[in-house]
């Protein structure tokens, strides 16, 4: 390991991407840090105490909601175009065969949608939080002026943030969005465990509490199989062997080569997570807006994060998106006539339809395993929660998978450029 570190800090070129990189994490917590002024931080921060659904959600997107920050909704605005703009692929043509079949110059207009998309979303989610927090007594009715311009230094904070992003992604060294995601969940830990350590140790009498202790290890053991099993699935896929054949031409042959072709046990990533959260929170956030509603107070009893119903229902939902966001980002019929055109063949299957066929099958056997796994990711934090009853140190599923991606990611991209480096 050290002998890496050596080789990344004597490589001028890595040295420089990794330095700006922190640079930029920097400047995205210094300014997810600074509130916007006219706020009281300790009824805001009083009430995030109470919340954890907010909780969740500023961790989730890397923002600090629980400051009023201008970088306060993070990337979820962006996340949520993203998501829109692929859903929107299975309703109009134009933009799949923008997405899919026009290259670089396709994906950057598609992308582009993607950003514009952002500036309305971004408008309507501070709108909605800046409602929610005037009627819950926490923020004093603003006028109309003052409205407008918090609501477009949030949504300023959300393209700003963005814009860091893909200045991350143009230097070539992993996802830009994910890895500010990444930090902001990364930025949370130094207080999860201040609150831990508050916990399992009393200041005035200056004794330890053993119970504590004991959960807390159950929790970090855990934790480290949970980050072990999320590598492991991440990395897993199922290799399908592909043969060419082989063709004249003149006097030269072409083809005749064996490759393979690799399905991801986990196809959909951490989308499916994000939908299943998406569609649990709406509720919840409708009914906040109503407080003193029976009818609100029994929808989010339902759906409080630390009860049962909503560890089930988080599970299905992951589990059928799972399959539904395979299906939208993987086309067997198309992957089976791009071989058929190379002159690609799977072995003991014959080309076109039944290749199509077969990968179909096959997907949807790992896609199972796939969907089992998220599910469990999911849900695991939130049961930990329940049976040791401790609001510390638990990260959702989804910080989870990011973490672990994104240091995977980052891993191959530094190893790839060390390998062009050294290569001879």
Known sequence: MFEKLKQIFKSPDLRNK?????????IFRLFAAVPIPGIDISKLKDFFAQNELFGFIGLFTGGR??????????????????IIMQLLTMIFPRLKEMYQLEGEAGRRKFN????????????????????????QNILLPLPLPELILNLATITAGTLF??????????????????????????????????RAFAVIYNFETGVFDTEKIIEY????????LIVAGVAFVTESTR???????KRIRGRRVYGGASTYLPLKVNQAG??????????????????????????????????????YAYSILYFLLVFAF????????????????????????????RPGKETASYLNYVLNRITLAGALFLGVVAVLPSMMQILTNSQNLIFGGTAVLIVVSVVLETIKQIEAHLAMRTYD
């Open 65 to 82: 909601f629980d400051n009023f920050s201008p970088m306060m909704l993070g990337l979820g605005p962006y996340i949520t175009a993203l």
């Open 112 to 135: 582009q949608y993607s950003r514009l998309l952002t500036v309305p979303l971004s408008f309507l989610q501070a709108f909605g939080f800046i409602t929610l927090l005037t009627r």
């Open 217 to 224: 290890l159950i929790f970090i053991i855990v934790a480290i």
């Open 239 to 245: 290799q399908i062997p592909v043969n060419f054949a």
């Open 270 to 307: 951490v989308i499916p997570i994000i939908f299943a959260v998406s569609i649990l929170i709406f509720p919840n956030m409708i009914s906040s807006f109503f407080p003193q509603s029976s009818l609100a107070r029994s929808i989010s009893a339902f759906l409080n994060p630390s009860g």
């Open 18 to 26: 990794i330095f700006f990189i922190l640079f930029i994490f920097a």
């Open 161 to 194: 943030l963005m814009w860091l992003g893909e200045l991350i992604s143009n230097k070539g060294l992993g996802n830009g969005v994910s890895l500010l995601i990444f930090a902001g969940i990364i930025a949370s830990i130094p207080e999860s465990i201040s």
């Open 322 to 349: 799972t399959y539904f966001y395979t299906q939208i980002t993987f086309d067997p019929q198309s992957i089976a006539e791009n071989l058929q055109r190379s002159g690609g063949f799977i072995t003991g299957i």
